[in-house]
């Protein structure tokens, strides 16, 4: 059982837990989209590749090196980063996905040498059943969004993500940001698909036409798959697969 629960924002939260505690495990909340769209795609047998973003040259390099396709812009390319654009793919294909919030975190994560999974309200109910099996500090990690200037913008469906999670957890090994979590999440949670179109960026999706990714995100506990991010022996590459199932 995790002896302890944080919840901070960002890769600055990140660097700022690991600096103090050495989190034995780092769970990164992107709700819209990178978190709900990798879960569908590992339900699918598809291989994700997060990459950062705006390196185009570079993530369609590692793709080349890797046969794996690159995820481009919903309305633009396919495949793309909505989870029906991966769920779609053929099981056993490898996919880049570029993100500038979930994929940033992640890797930032990693390089901090925490182990990473990915956190969402598809899948809640089972990445509570990761941490309560870890043994030691586990970190929620709301990626949140940019502004323009490139300050971090608190993003109130990952916050939710987050308190989703926190919500399966013992109170008692909450810090008071994974509480505030919590309860913001118990005070939203219904129907969590209006929650979520109401956000800002909920609001973006369904002004391009994408509500149905934003109610794809809001179906609670609809999959059991944990993704963790995994990689080569020398770090050259990761990509994400399904963490084993705890038994609790």
Same mark, same amino acid.
């Given at each position: 059982?995790?002896?302890?629960?944080?919840?901070?924002?960002?890769?600055?939260?990140?660097?700022?837990?690991? *600096?103090?505690?050495?989190?034995? %495990?780092? $769970? #990164?909340?992107?709700? @819209?989209?990178?978190?709900? /769209? !990798?879960? =569908?795609?590992?339900?699918?047998?598809?291989?994700?590749?997060?990459?950062?973003?705006?390196?185009?040259?570079?993530?369609?390099?590692?793709?080349?090196?890797?046969?794996?396709?690159?995820?481009?812009?919903?309305?633009?390319?396919?495949?793309?980063?909505?989870?029906?654009?991966?769920?779609?793919?053929?099981?056993?294909?490898?996919?880049?996905?570029?993100?500038?919030?979930?994929?940033?975190?992640?890797? *930032?994560?990693?390089?901090?040498? %925490?182990? $990473? #999974?990915?956190?969402? @309200?598809?899948?809640?109910? /089972? !990445?509570? =059943?990761?941490?309560?099996?870890?043994?030691?500090?586990?970190?929620?990690?709301?990626?949140?969004?940019?502004?323009?200037?490139?300050?971090?913008?608190?993003?109130?469906?990952?916050?939710?993500?987050?308190?989703?999670?926190?919500?399966?957890?013992?109170?008692?090994?909450?810090?008071?940001?994974?509480?505030?979590?919590?309860?913001?999440?118990?005070?939203?949670?219904?129907?969590?698909?209006?929650?979520? *179109?109401?956000?800002?960026?909920?609001?973006?999706? #369904?002004?391009?036409?994408?509500?149905?990714?934003?109610?794809?995100?809001?179906?609670?506990?609809?999959?059991?798959?944990?993704?963790?991010?995994?990689?080569?022996?020398?770090?050259?590459?990761?990509?994400?697969?399904?963490?084993?199932?705890?038994?609790?």
């Amino acid at each position: 059982m995790s002896n302890r629960v944080a919840c901070e924002w960002g890769p600055a939260g990140i660097a700022a837990v690991v *600096a103090e505690a050495a989190p034995v %495990a780092v $769970v #990164v909340f992107d709700v @819209l989209i990178f978190s709900t /769209a !990798v879960v =569908a795609a590992l339900e699918g047998g598809v291989w994700v590749h997060p990459f950062a973003w705006g390196r185009a040259r570079a993530a369609a390099a590692y793709a080349t090196a890797r046969g794996a396709l690159v995820a481009g812009r919903r309305g633009e390319t396919e495949p793309n980063a909505a989870p029906a654009s991966l769920a779609r793919l053929p099981a056993g294909t490898h996919v880049v996905v570029p993100s500038p919030n979930g994929a940033t975190c992640a890797l *930032a994560a990693r390089s901090a040498g %925490a182990p $990473v #999974v990915l956190g969402a @309200l598809v899948n809640a109910d /089972a !990445v509570a =059943a990761y941490v309560r099996a870890v043994d030691g500090t586990v970190l929620l990690v709301p990626a949140g969004e940019r502004w323009p200037d490139g300050s971090l913008r608190p993003a109130l469906e990952d916050w939710l993500g987050a308190g989703a999670v926190a919500a399966a957890l013992p109170w008692d090994i909450l810090s008071a940001e994974a509480r505030a979590a919590r309860l913001a999440f118990e005070g939203c949670r219904t129907p969590l698909a209006d929650v979520l *179109a109401a956000t800002r960026s909920g609001q973006e999706l #369904v002004a391009r036409g994408y509500r149905g990714d934003v109610e794809w995100a809001g179906e609670m506990d609809r999959s059991l798959v944990v993704p963790r991010l995994g990689s080569e022996s020398d770090g050259s590459a990761a990509w994400f697969v399904d963490a084993p199932h705890p038994a609790v």
